[in-house]
Each structure stands twice: as C-alpha cells, then as structure tokens.
C-alpha cells in the first residue's frame, strides 16, 4: 500500500516527465532542399528563407548532388557556433540564439546559392547582416531575402 508520500512523489515525477515531453514537443524542425533547379532558379536552397523558434532545427537535404550547407561567417549572430556540412550529406543545425543566419553551399555560392533563416523575431544582427556584401548573384539573391525578415 502507498502512503502519502509515495503518492506525491509518484505524482511530481509523472508531472514533471509530462512537462519535458510537452517542452521538448514543441521544438519544430523545418527542412531546407538543396537543388539544382527549383523555383528561385538554378543551384538553390528551396524554401531560401525559414523563420524558425529559437529551440528549433532546421535540416538542409541535398535533394541534389554536389550541394553542402554551411555558415556565411558574417550573417551570424555573435557567438553563434560555424556550420559546415560536407557534399552530399545533411545538415541538421539547432538553433539556440536569436538573430539571422546565413548559409551558402560552397561549390555555388558565386552562382548565388545562399539561404536565410531567421531565429526569433527583431534579430539583433539585423542591420550588420545587411550591410555584408556578398559576391556576384549571391548578393542579389540575398537582397531579395531581407524582405522577408519581420
């Protein structure tokens, strides 16, 4: 027979597994596919722009070969951990600080293959991100991103 004691704590534990699995539940992964033909054109990141929770991940899925995802060291948050995925794996990235990330894959950044994601909402690196400049169509693509971020 239980007394009272081991019916509270029975109950607190219970309680408290209920509580880790809501937490952890609720954390969301959104997948990015890296292409070579999508709708923003040729050698993209699709969707290009996420707008993620911080807690969430996202995984980058080489849909086609010859792509990899990795940090634009100059679009990130301070602090933020570089990313740096090989060809032709995932990459599944945890993002634990606010802020804009930017990501490339190496082979065809200059043909503009760059993507955005941004963690939280009012990103503090929002106005130093901007002001990178990035090369050739890579710059152009991601001009086209910042209108996204809200």
């Excluded at 007394?3 to 029975?10: F, Q, R, S, Y």
């Excluded at 899925?61 to 010859?66: L, Y």
């Excluded at 990899?68 to 602090?79: D, F, K, R, V």
């Excluded at 503090?124 to 090369?135: R, T």
Aim: hydrophobic letters at 45%; proline letters at 7%; a positive charge.
């Amino acid at each position: 027979m239980f007394d009272i004691k081991t019916k509270l704590l029975t109950g607190l534990i219970v309680g408290a597994m209920g509580f880790t699995a809501s937490s952890t539940a609720s954390a969301k992964e959104v997948v990015v596919h890296m292409k070579n033909q999508g709708a923003g054109g040729m050698m993209v990141f699709e969707p290009a722009f996420v707008k993620v929770a911080v807690g969430d991940t996202v995984k980058f899925v080489p849909t086609d070969k010859s792509h990899n995802a990795e940090s634009i060291p100059e679009i990130l948050p301070a602090g933020a951990p570089l990313i740096a995925g090989k060809i032709n794996q995932e990459v599944v990235v945890k993002f634990d600080k606010a802020g804009v990330y930017g990501f490339k894959c190496k082979p065809h950044y200059s043909m503009g293959m760059v993507a955005l994601v941004q963690v939280g909402s009012k990103p503090p690196n929002l106005a130093a991100a901007k002001a990178v400049k990035l090369p050739g169509l890579a710059q152009k693509r991601m001009s086209g991103l910042w209108p996204s971020v809200k």
